[in-house]
């Protein structure tokens, strides 16, 4: 799927009951929806080295056990980096919940990934096969349609 989806997803996340269990829940749902396309960095390598890193390594089974880890990490450092310097007083973080959120948010994106006909590489770096859902387009305006109209309606104030 695109980034735009993966956001919208992360951020319908956001508003629900989830991100009152802890402080920056809403970032680790948006960001963590988002993270496994780190291999985008490759594209700044060369096309071909970008082409044979494209939903492999970052979207097997070994870094979505990783990543939540490093996002949550990433998060308490800076909760602790700017703790003294926020004004008023912050929701209280709760690093088991935090890192719960962050799985959650983190396996969302290979889920939608495998939706579409590009497919991906759940078995990376073991295994270096295809899966494919064949159910969405990569870019799928009904999904952003369906994903941002639900952020819109949970973030109006009338009807």
């Known amino acids: 799927m695109d980034p735009i989806t993966h956001t919208l997803l992360g951020a319908a996340l956001a508003q629900t009951p989830l ?3 802890t402080a920056y829940a809403s970032a680790a749902l ?3 929806a988002n993270l496994p396309d780190i ?3 490759a594209m700044l ?3 071909d080295t970008a082409l044979l890193l494209r939903r492999g390594w970052t979207h097997g089974i070994a870094t979505i056990l990783l990543l939540p880890l ?5 998060l308490v450092l800076w909760n ?3 703790k003294h310097t926020s004004r008023g007083e912050s929701p209280s973080l709760h690093i088991g919940a935090l890192l719960g959120l962050s799985y959650l948010a983190v396996a969302t994106h290979p889920s939608l990934d ?3 006909n590009y497919g991906m590489r759940w078995l990376m770096p073991f295994d270096g096969n295809w899966f494919y859902g064949d159910a969405v387009f990569i870019v ?3 999904m952003w349609l369906l994903l941002g109209g639900s952020v819109f309606l949970s973030r109006s104030r009338r009807w």
């Open 30 to 32: 948006i960001i963590g």
């Open 39 to 41: 291999d985008g960095i």
């Open 114 to 116: 495998w939706l579409n």
């Open 140 to 142: 799928d305006p009904w």
């Open 80 to 82: 602790r980096l700017t």
């Open 19 to 21: 991100r009152q269990k």
């Open 45 to 47: 390598a060369d096309s």
């Open 70 to 74: 490093v996002l949550t990490g990433a």
